[in-house]
C-alpha cells in the first residue's frame, strides 16, 4: 500500500430477507422459479392496486437494529425513489429514505493494525428489490423477469470508518454472520441474496476531509469485495498522481477481467425525486414491540465467542471460527458435550479434519457426513488410547464414507494401538538389531536419527505403535549400549 495516501471506504449491504411472501404483496419469494411465475398485479406494477406491509419484515429489522445496538425508530416512512429502468415497472422503487426504521449501531471488527476496531453503522432501511433484466439466450433482444420484483431487502449502510479492503471485508463477513445468526437472511451470496456496493475515496495521509468516491456496484462474493477494493485503490492512486481527479460515479467491477469499469455518472439524491409513498402508512413501533423481538433474539457470535474461550478454554481464533456460522458452532458443543476429549481437540477436529471434508465434498454442517455424536465417538478413542491421533484420520476418513462408528471401524480393520510394553519393547529391540550403522551414528551423538528408528518401528506396526511409548522405548533402549 502507498504510504502517502489514505483509503476511505463505506459499504451498503443488501440482505435479502428470508419472508416467505414478499415485502408488499403475498406473492412467493421462493428463488429460482421460471420467468415472472412469481409476480402478482402488485409486483409488476399495475395501476390501481395496493401495496401491504408484510409484518415479518418489520420485526426482522427490528431484529437487526438490535442486534447492532442500533435505535429502532419510533416511526419510519416508506418513501418513493423514482427513476426509469426496464425491470422497475411501476417507475420507482419503495424504499426509505428521511426516516429510515434501524439509526445507528455499531459492530466490533478486528482492524488492520490487529487491533479491535468499531465500526458504526448510519442506518438500516427497508425496500423492496428490483426485478432482473435477461439478455442470456436471448437474441437481438432482452427479457424481463419480475419475480425478484418486491423482494424484501434489509440495506445497511455503513459509515466511513473502513481503512482497506480488508478491514471491509471483515466487517461483511460480520454482518453476514449476525443475519444468517438471527435467521433474518440465507446469506446465500451465489443466489445474490446478501451484495453489496462498495464505495471508496483516498486522500492524502492526514487530511481530514475526504476525498471524491467511486461507488462499485452488486458485489456478490466476499472475494470480489476484496479484489474490486483493490483495484479500484490503485486506479485512483493512478488518476491523481497523473494529475487528474476521481470522478464521483458508479462503477462495475468484472471479475474476468480484475478491473472496474464505469457505468453511469453518480446521481444526487434529488435526481430521484423522494416522497412519501402515500399508499402505505407509516411505520410505528413502541417498546413493547421491541421488548417482543429482543426476547427472540438468539446468542450472538461475539458473546458466543466470549463464552468460547471462557467456558471451554479453547484458543481465541478457533473460537472466531467456530462461532462463525451457529449451526458450526453448535455442531462444536454438541461433540464437545458428548466426549471426553478436550475441548480444543474438540475444536482442532472440527476445523481442521471435519470442515475439510466438508469443502471437498462441498456440504453444508448440516449434512455432515459425521453426527457430532460419532466424531465424539472417534474423539474418546484417541483420549483412551485406543488409537494414536494419527491413525484415527484413517478412521474418520472411513467413516466419513459410511464404514460405521469410529469401534467399528477400529475393529473391521485392525487398528487398535499397541500399547502393550513388552510387545513394544521386542520391537523395538528388532528395530535397534536391523539397524547397527544408525545405531552407532545415534549413539555418537546424531541424536536426530530418533525420528528413523521411530519411523521404523511405525512401519512394523502398521502406525499402531503408541507413538509416546515407542518414543520412551527407544531412548531407553538406545541409551543402553
Ligand atoms: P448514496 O446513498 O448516494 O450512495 P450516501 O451518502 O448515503 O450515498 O453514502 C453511501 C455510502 O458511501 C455510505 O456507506 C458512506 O459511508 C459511504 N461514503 C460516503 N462518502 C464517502 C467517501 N468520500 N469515501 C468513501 N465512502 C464514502
Ligand atoms: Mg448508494
Known amino acids: 500500500m502507498n504510504a502517502a495516501w489514505e483509503v476511505v471506504i463505506g459499504l451498503e449491504i443488501h440482505a435479502q430477507l428470508a419472508t416467505s411472501s414478499k415485502i408488499f404483496s403475498g406473492a412467493s419469494t421462493a428463488y429460482g422459479a421460471d420467468p415472472n411465475t412469481q409476480a402478482c398485479l402488485v409486483d409488476l406494477g399495475y395501476p390501481g392496486v395496493l401495496p401491504v406491509l408484510n409484518a415479518e419484515v418489520v420485526r426482522m429489522a427490528c431484529k437487526f437494529g438490535l442486534a447492532v445496538d442500533a435505535t429502532i425508530a419510533p416511526r419510519s416512512v416508506f418513501a ?41 453503522i448510519t442506518r438500516a432501511h427497508l425496500e423492496e428489490d428490483a426485478g432482473k433484466s435477461i439478455h442470456e439466450g436471448l437474441d437481438q433482444y432482452s427479457g424481463i423477469d419480475l419475480n425478484r420484483a418486491g423482494t424484501p ?9 473502513l481503512s482497506s479492503a480488508k478491514e471491509a471485508v471483515a ?44 461507488e462499485l456496484k ?10 474490486a477494493i483493490n483495484y479500484e485503490i490503485e486506479r485512483q492512486i493512478d488518476v491523481i498522481e497523473d494529475g487528474g481527479c476521481v470522478r464521483q460515479e458508479t462503477r462495475l467491477y468484472d471479475s474476468d477481467r480484475n478491473e472496474t469499469r464505469p457505468m453511469r455518472s453518480k446521481e444526487e439524491a434529488n435526481d430521484y425525486r423522494y416522497f412519501p409513498d402515500p399508499d402505505l402508512l407509516p411505520v410505528e413501533i413502541d417498546e413493547a414491540f421491541i421488548a417482543a423481538v429482543r426476547e427472540t433474539l438468539p446468542e450472538l457470535p461475539g458473546a458466543k ?37 478436550s475441548a480444543q481437540t474438540v475444536a482442532h477436529w472440527v476445523i481442521g479434519d471435519l470442515s475439510a471434508a466438508l469443502n ?30 494419527k491413525i484415527a484420520k484413517e478412521v474418520f476418513d472411513a467413516m466419513w464414507s459410511g464404514e460405521g462408528s469410529a469401534d467399528d471401524v477400529i475393529e473391521a480393520r485392525g487398528l487398535r494401538q499397541i500399547t502393550d510394553s513388552s510387545a513394544i519393547d521386542s520391537i523395538v529391540d528388532a528395530v535397534i538389531a536391523a539397524n547397527p550403522g544408525q545405531v552407532a551414528e545415534y549413539r555418537a551423538g546424531k541424536d536426530k536419527l530418533i525420528g528413523f528408528f521411530v519411523g521404523q518401528v511405525m512401519k512394523e506396526t502398521a502406525g499402531k505403535a503408541n507413538p509416546g511409548q515407542v518414543n520412551e522405548a527407544l531412548k531407553r533402549k538406545l541409551a543402553e549400549g
Not at 153 to 161: A, G, K, M, N, Q
Open 171 to 214: 466487517y461483511m463477513r460480520k454482518i453476514h454472520s449476525i443475519v444468517r445468526y438471527l435467521e433474518i437472511c440465507d446469506g446465500n451470496m451465489q443466489e445474490g441474496s446478501f451484495r453489496c456496493d462498495a464505495n471508496v475515496s483516498i486522500r492524502p495521509r492526514g487530511q481530514t476531509e475526504l476525498g471524491t468516491r467511486a
Open 305 to 341: 465467542q466470549e463464552r468460547f474461550v471462557a467456558d471451554y478454554g479453547i484458543k481465541r481464533d478457533d473460537a472466531i471460527i467456530l462461532t462463525a456460522s451457529r449451526p458450526l458452532a453448535d455442531y462444536f458443543e454438541a461433540t464437545a458435550s458428548a466426549s471426553a476429549a
Open 153 to 161: 431487502l434489509l440495506e445497511i449502510v455503513s459509515e466511513p470508518d
Open 218 to 227: 452488486n458485489l456478490n462474493s466476499f472475494r470480489f469485495v476484496e479484489k
Open 80 to 120: 418513493r425513489k423514482n427513476y426509469f429502468y426496464p425491470d422497475l415497472p411501476k417507475g420507482y422503487q419503495i424504499s426509505q429514505y428521511e426516516l429510515p426504521i434501524v439509526v445507528g449501531g455499531e459492530l466490533v471488527i478486528a482492524g488492520d493494525d490487529g487491533e479491535e476496531k468499531c465500526i458504526r
Open 360 to 389: 471437498r465434498d462441498g456440504l453444508d454442517i448440516a449434512d455432515s457426513a459425521l453426527s457430532a455424536a460419532q466424531l465424539a465417538g472417534l474423539l474418546d478413542r484417541i483420549d483412551d488410547n485406543t488409537i494414536s491421533g
